[in-house]
């Protein structure tokens, strides 16, 4: 039996995340923390309904394993740098999602982003967390 790559894996979970099979994925991220590492590289799809269903996927872990989803922190840091406005945004969401006091912090750094869109993200998100 062939072993599935990690990039492999990925592109599934992306996958299933298109099509709304959030329940899947929440079940994996469930039972291996590891798959958080790769929130970052996930959310980094040109797929709206990727990226939204990252949003969903990321609501529901903080409902049950709160305690698990800041593991994400560092894979989505590397998106605030993203050249796409929407990327930037979008890793700005699942970081107030998450709502740490670490994931806020890097939120309020995102505020003078030269994007206006980035800009009134960042002030939503805070705007939830004051």
Do not use: C
């Amino acid at each position: 039996m062939k072993e599935v790559s990690d990039k492999e894996l990925k592109t599934v979970i992306a996958d299933f995340l298109e099509m709304g099979h959030v329940e899947n994925i929440i079940t994996m991220f469930r039972k291996d923390p590891a798959y958080y590492d790769w929130t970052g590289e996930i959310l980094d799809d040109e797929r709206f309904a990727v990226r939204v269903g990252v949003a969903i996927l990321f609501e529901e872990l903080k409902k049950l394993q709160p305690e698990k989803v800041p593991l994400a922190i560092p894979s989505l840091l590397r998106l605030l740098n993203a050249e796409s406005a929407n990327i930037r945004g979008e890793a700005i969401g699942i970081l107030g999602t998450i709502g740490t006091d670490e994931a806020v912090a890097h939120i309020k750094q995102m505020a003078s982003d030269p994007s206006p869109q980035v800009q009134e993200m960042v002030e939503l998100v805070l705007e939830e967390h004051s």
